[in-house]
């Protein structure tokens, strides 16, 4: 499958990967370095911080949910650094309705943030990931909030590989516009354009065991 990134269902990572329980100062680091996987709970808001307060000219995220005071802290000082901050959330989370949706957003744009819901096209905005400066990309099972970095068995992956940076960056910017995307990148497993296929060729890859974490 050569080097395949994965973490909603399970994470497959064939290539050195670093594993981190207490977050180091994070750096955007040149793309040979292997991605560092940390591990919830445990890490807390750490590396999303630091990766954040390291931006220099844009944050573009997209998170199913964002209620962390934490994370409203450090989007207001990206901005007041003149960076860039957008968001796509999700308009109505399960069990939450939209009225949770206006709060959220009330708050975030009070720190200075740019959010917008998720194209219609999409049955719900589930994906967590941010992309810093076009260089670092932030791939997370965690939602922004108190049980996502606190409570719940979380990853938090910093992927530096251009490729797939590039690729998600594409993916934000067309569901910002509203428009209909199709990941191209065959290393990233993206639902709904993909995630079937990949994970089918992945399990029945399969040569001793198959270990899955997920929630049901």
Known sequence: LGRLLFIVVLLVTPVAAEIVRVPPKLTIAPSTIAPQIFVEPGAGTGPVLAVIDQARETVDCTVYLVT??????????AEA????????TEEEPFGAGRN????????????GVE??????????????YCVVDHELALITTANFTRSGFEKSREF??????????AELGKIFEADWAGRRSRARDSELVVSPDNSRVKIEGLLRAAKQSV???MEV
């Open 68 to 77: 962390h005071p934490d994370i409203f802290e450090v989007f207001s000082r």
């Open 81 to 88: 650094r003149g960076v860039e901050v957008r968001l796509i």
């Open 100 to 111: 949770f949706f206006v709060t959220a957003r009330t708050q975030l744009v009070s720190h």
């Open 115 to 128: 959010v917008r819901d998720g194209p219609g096209s999409l049955g719900y905005v589930h994906a967590k």
């Open 156 to 165: 938090i992956v910093v992927d530096r590989e251009p490729s797939d940076v």
């Open 211 to 213: 270990d899955i974490v």
